[in-house]
């Protein structure tokens, strides 16, 4: 039977239980993550802590490492969703707060990319997601100095306990970062 012959509660139960596949394995390696190095999980691990098939994780993803990136590309476009894009030609200090905070929350992440050594990795799909709909030279390259910039003042700020409020943080890099924009 051809998907567009599939009855729609049907196709919509499939996409609930893809969506519900994908979360459960991107969970799954999250926690993993916490108890194991990269190079120890296995698929087998991670389908088998997710209650999946190997062939539900393969309809998904290639490797691990692609889980990684779905949880890194998800992470930055709700950044996006919620704050809208820190290149807008008006970006306050809130915006900076804003991810702050986001940052805050999230720091378990951040901490298993830091554990991990992912840094590299993490700033090459960030990379990749700021600069896919740019077009000149210029733009792309002031958009990869931020990116590495926030990140690198990120990380540092997790790094070291975040003592320095998400109000603190955010005026500092509004301060310096702003004139890059």
Not at 100 to 125: C, G, Q, T
């Amino acid at each position: 039977m051809t998907q567009r012959h599939i009855p729609t509660e049907l196709k919509k139960r499939n996409d609930e239980l893809n969506n519900l596949t994908v979360e459960s394995v991107s969970q799954a390696f999250m926690f993993l993550m916490k108890t194991k190095a990269y190079e120890k999980i296995t698929i087998t691990d991670i389908c088998k802590k997710a209650g999946v098939s190997r062939n539900a994780f393969y309809k998904n993803f290639k490797t691990k490492e692609n889980v990684f990136k779905r949880i890194v590309l998800e992470f930055n476009k709700e950044i996006f969703r919620k704050f809208g894009s820190p290149f807008r030609k008006r970006v306050g200090v809130e915006w900076y707060i804003n991810f702050f905070r986001i940052v805050k929350e999230y720091e378990s992440l951040f901490l298993l990319i830091i554990k991990a050594n992912f840094r590299s990795m993490f700033l090459d799909y960030v990379n990749s997601l700021l600069t896919l709909d740019q077009e000149s030279s210029t733009q792309k390259l002031t958009r990869l100095m931020w990116n590495g910039a926030i990140q690198n003042i990120t990380v540092e700020w997790i790094r070291n306990g975040m003592l320095e409020t998400a109000e603190e943080m955010a005026t500092l890099c509004y301060e310096k970062l702003s004139p890059m924009m």
